[in-house]
């Protein structure tokens, strides 16, 4: 990534703070560790195992810049939910951070003003402005590597 300056800066790198402290967690596991199921029977289907988890942030992540431009009025980027292999966590998770870094490419200097004015509601019903949509992306990223840290605690 590239030196950014402007209000929204803290916001995108605190993400790849997120991002990054979760793909040094999983580039340390084998292959099998990342497989194997953790949570077999949970409802969600995105955390049955480090490897769906991963494909959910992966995917998510294109959703919360999905949201933004759809907010901005450009469209949206069109992403293939596939499953995330351990080897391209790296890769994908970069992905995701050059995706909503060009989505954000002329509003590093949002005001507050403009901040409070971009309203978004998800689908799950939530309405956002523009700092809670991404306090929360950064947050998801941040629930699930605790999630991923407490299944291999367990699994000592």
Do not use: K
Not at 5 to 31: C, F, I, K, N, Q
Not at 107 to 114: I, Y
Not at 116 to 140: K, P, T
Request: net charge neutral.
């Amino acid at each position: 990534m590239r030196p950014r300056t402007g209000p929204v800066v803290a916001l995108m790198d605190e993400y790849e703070r997120a991002m990054l402290a979760l793909v040094r967690l999983v580039e340390r596991l084998s292959d099998a560790d990342y497989e194997r199921p953790r949570d077999p029977q949970a409802a969600d289907e995105s955390c049955r195992s480090i490897r769906t988890v991963l494909t959910h942030v992966v995917s998510a992540g294109y959703g919360y810049a999905g949201m933004l431009r759809t907010a901005w009025g450009l469209p949206p980027r069109v992403h293939d939910r596939r499953d995330v292999p351990r080897v391209e966590t790296l890769r994908r998770l970069r992905g995701v951070l050059e995706h909503m870094e060009a989505t954000l490419e002329g509003r590093w200097e949002m005001t507050e003003a403009e901040n409070n004015a971009l309203r978004m509601r998800s689908r799950w019903g939530v309405v956002y402005d523009f700092e809670q949509l991404f306090e929360h992306a950064i947050v998801h990223v941040l629930r699930h590597r605790r999630q991923i840290e407490g299944w291999l605690a367990r699994d000592g």
